[in-house]
T-cell receptor, first 115, second 111 residues
Framework: KAGVTQTPRYLIKTRGQQVTLSCSPI?????VSWYQQTPGQGLQFLFE???????NKGNFPGRFSGRQFSNSRSEMNVSTLELGDSALYLC??????????????FGEGSRLTVL | AQKVTQAQTEISVVEKEDVTLDCVYE???????LFWYKQPPSGELVFLIR??????QNEISGRYSWNFQKSTSSFNFTITASQVVDSAVYFC????????FGAGTRLTVKP
C-alpha cells in the first residue's frame, strides 16, 4: 500500500513568488491535513480537507490556501512568499473525519526555501 | 484552547541509557486523545501510540513505555536502554477538532 506522496520534495523560490505543493493521500483516505514545520515554531496546523471541503483552519494568513480534489488529492498554495515561509510542509492523510482518535499518516514533506 | 508543551528541546544520551520525554497538555474537552509520533531524518512522522482520556493505564511496548497522568495533564514517554536508531524528533500531540502538536524533542543517542 503506497504511503502519502508529496511533491515536489525540495524547492527554492524568491520573495514575492507563489508556490503550489501537492499531496496524494493513501488510497481510500479522504481526509488530508497540512502542517508547517519550522525550527522555531514546531509543527503548526494549516488546514484540513475532507470530501473536497475545508473542515478546519489554523491561524495562518490568507496567503496560505488549499483545495482538495474529488480523488482526495490535495494542493496547498502560498502566494506572495516571504522569507519566513521557509519551512518543511507536511501533509497527512487519514480515513475519517471527524474522529479525534484517528491516526495521521504523514508524507516526507516538501521543503521550501525562500530567498 | 488546546495546547501541548514539550519543554525539552533537545536531549542527548549515550546508548543504553534510559530517557524520558515530557509532555504536558491543556484542554477543556472531557474526551480527547493523546499521541506520540516519531520523526526520523527522512521527515515523515510515524505514529507510536494513542491514548484516550478515559484510559490512564500505562502502556509498555518493548523498550517504549508511556505514563499518562490526568491529574498532572502529562503524557510522558520513556525509552529504556536507548539505541542509536532511536535518534529522532519526537512529538506529542493532542487531538480534538484537529491535531495539535508540541514543539518536539530532538533526541540524540550517541554510541
Amino acid at each position: 500500500k503506497a504511503g502519502v506522496t508529496q511533491t515536489p520534495r525540495y524547492l527554492i523560490k524568491t520573495r514575492g513568488q507563489q508556490v503550489t505543493l501537492s499531496c496524494s493521500p493513501i488510497s481510500g483516505h479522504r481526509s488530508v491535513s497540512w502542517y508547517q514545520q519550522t525550527p522555531g515554531q514546531g509543527l503548526q496546523f494549516l488546514f484540513e480537507y475532507f470530501s473536497e471541503t475545508q473542515r478546519n483552519k489554523g491561524n495562518f494568513p490568507g496567503r496560505f490556501s488549499g483545495r482538495q480534489f474529488s480523488n482526495s488529492r490535495s494542493e496547498m498554495n502560498v502566494s506572495t512568499l516571504e522569507l519566513g515561509d521557509s519551512a518543511l510542509y507536511l501533509c497527512a492523510s487519514s480515513l475519517e473525519f471527524p474522529n479525534p482518535a484517528r491516526e495521521l499518516f504523514f508524507g516526507e514533506g516538501s521543503r521550501l526555501t525562500v530567498l | 484552547a488546546q495546547k501541548v508543551t514539550q519543554a525539552q528541546t533537545e536531549i542527548s544520551v549515550v546508548e543504553k541509557e534510559d530517557v524520558t520525554l515530557d509532555c504536558v497538555y491543556e484542554t477543556r474537552d472531557t474526551t480527547y486523545y493523546l499521541f506520540w509520533y516519531k520523526q526520523p531524518p527522512s521527515g515523515e512522522l510515524v505514529f507510536l501510540i494513542r491514548r484516550n482520556s478515559f484510559d490512564e493505564q500505562n502502556e509498555i511496548s518493548g523498550r517504549y513505555s508511556w505514563n499518562f497522568q490526568k491529574s498532572t495533564s502529562s503524557f510522558n514517554f520513556t525509552i529504556t536502554a536507548s539505541q542509536v536508531v532511536d535518534s529522532a524528533v519526537y512529538f506529542c500531540a493532542l487531538s480534538g477538532n484537529d491535531m495539535r502538536f508540541g514543539a518536539g524533542t530532538r533526541l540524540t543517542v550517541k554510541p
